[in-house]
């Protein structure tokens, strides 16, 4: 059981593709709350980084600590560039994902997740946290063991139910085979697995890792009972989060309504019972719409132990947004001409996404080459002849169909990979100067930003925390 008083009130949104960056957990977590580095591809955000010169030093910092050299300085020897990627150059990519991976492949998602989680404990004795999200399977076991290896402290995981991760922490925090259930369409449920074996990169004995806790992130008390009751090992605790989330969020249960404009329609079925929360007896944060004074006050009153905060923190100078979103973003709620849309088409998942529009300003889907070339959501796809394939909804529509998908499935889907890998200033370049446009997506909270940046055009991690825990104005 975890004790209720030793817990932060504030839990950093983990938010994907590198907006929870290093910087920004490190930032949280030196001020007592919980900092959460997302790692969803994180293996290509390393790369990247390195490509792009890595100017201060800190990706090679970090590797140098990894406790296998040898797979720090091939990562060197091949991506990094001293003088930084010329103008133009498309970025060097890593093999994509398969169900069956080769030990090297697995040994740069270590390394990634190591160097994340590494960079954000540096410096305080805080407590730092790692977001995955369940859909991404294949990468998720050597991510997850090399974030340990780091000494990550909480795993928060969504957008699916997690299981067979509460096992998958005790085993590999004994270094021993992990393995997860994988989902494969033309397959027998359950009978294709994910497997990961620390032994096969630390041959030697070694001490044992320490065990993250572990935060499944739900939509519904019920959920949370089930993973309670079904999880093959122990849950330590949840985030509660609601439909005004950014990112992914839950679709409505029961059948899916649209409003006119095409958003989908939420109702009372939608509503966390706090009750039931309050009845499985583990610390449980609320998420979505709450990142608030009174959000958090609210959240304390019915039990909870605090909440999850993304919004505000996205756009704090220490996060992985570009500067010039996070300018149009800002000037575009002080204007209120900012508006946040939920997609029910846009991400390959299936999920509704929250995606930002600006009034007059860039579109919510850009014109984009349909292309699958990082494939962090592919699918694996088993033929009547028996092949295995890997397919996406966003990649060239021949292509899918020709991997046995349906013509329907692609239409509006949106390549969120290379999106998101552009928000945070790596975007692919393209054939004739073109390069992959970004897709930002935020909370509902966004609407709000000018309450708390009272004309500010800029902020930090730590005004977000004081105004939140009502220690001080954020706000000269």
């Avoid at 709350?33 to 980084?49: F, H, K």
């Avoid at 290896?149 to 096992?167: F, T, W």
């Avoid at 928000?423 to 692919?428: F, H, P, T």
Wanted: contains cysteine; proline residues 7%; charged residues 20%.
């Amino acid at each position: 059981m975890v004790e209720q008083h030793s817990l932060p009130r504030i839990i950093q949104g983990g938010m994907g593709l590198a907006v929870s960056n290093w910087r920004l957990a490190r930032s949280v977590a030196a001020a007592g709350q919980l900092g959460v580095v997302s790692c969803t591809g994180i293996d290509s955000v390393l790369i990247r980084r390195l490509q792009d010169g890595d100017m201060c030093g800190s990706m090679r910092r970090a590797m140098a600590r990894f406790p296998m050299p040898d797979v720090s300085e091939y990562v060197l020897r091949r991506f990094f560039r001293p003088e930084g990627r010329p103008d133009g150059e498309p970025y060097r990519l890593l093999p994509m994902w398969r169900q069956s991976v080769s030990p090297l492949r697995q040994q740069i998602a270590m390394l990634a997740a190591y160097v994340e989680v590494s960079l954000a404990k540096e410096g305080h004795d805080g407590t730092i946290g790692m977001n995955l999200l369940t859909k991404v399977q294949m990468p998720t076991l050597p991510t997850l063991y090399g974030a340990m290896l780091a000494g990550v402290n909480v795993v928060l995981m969504g957008a699916g139910i997690p299981r067979e991760i509460p096992g998958a922490l005790d085993a590999l925090a004994r270094h021993e085979a992990a393995s997860l259930k994988y989902d494969v369409e033309g397959g027998a449920p359950g009978t294709e697995l994910l497997t990961f074996d620390p032994r096969v990169h630390f041959p030697a004995v070694i001490e044992p890792l320490q065990r993250p806790l572990f935060f499944p992130i739900v939509s519904a008390a019920s959920l949370a009972q089930t993973l309670v009751r079904k999880s093959n090992g122990r849950v330590d605790g949840f985030v509660v989060e609601g439909p005004t989330a950014g990112g992914h969020n839950a679709p409505p249960r029961g059948a899916l309504r649209l409003t006119d404009e095409g958003e989908p329609i939420y109702g009372e079925r939608d509503v966390v019972d706090m009750a039931t929360m309050r009845e499985i007896g583990l610390p449980f944060y609320l998420a979505g719409g709450a990142g608030s004074p009174e959000g958090l006050e609210y959240a304390v009153a019915q039990g909870a132990a605090g909440i999850q905060v993304g919004t505000l923190f996205a756009y704090a100078d220490e996060s992985g947004f570009t500067p010039e979103i996070k300018q149009r973003v800002l000037e575009a709620a002080a204007n209120r001409r900012l508006r946040v849309w939920t997609d029910v088409r846009a991400s390959p998942t299936g999920y509704p996404f929250k995606v930002v529009r600006i009034a007059n300003g860039s579109t919510p889907t850009p014109a984009r080459e349909r292309i699958c070339d990082l494939g962090y959501l592919r699918v694996a796809v088993n033929t009547s002849e028996g092949k295995r394939l890997y397919r996406c909804p966003s990649e060239p529509i021949d292509q899918y169909v020709a991997k046995g998908g349906s013509v329907a499935d692609t239409e509006n889907r949106q390549c969120l990979c290379n999106a998101l890998f552009a928000c945070v200033g790596q975007a692919q370049p393209r054939d004739q100067g073109l390069v992959e446009p970004p897709i930002v997506t935020s909370g509902d909270d966004a609407l709000h930003l000018a309450r708390f940046t009272r004309g500010r055009s800029s902020y930090e991690a730590r005004d977000v925390l004081r105004w939140l825990l009502r220690e001080e104005s954020a706000v000269a």
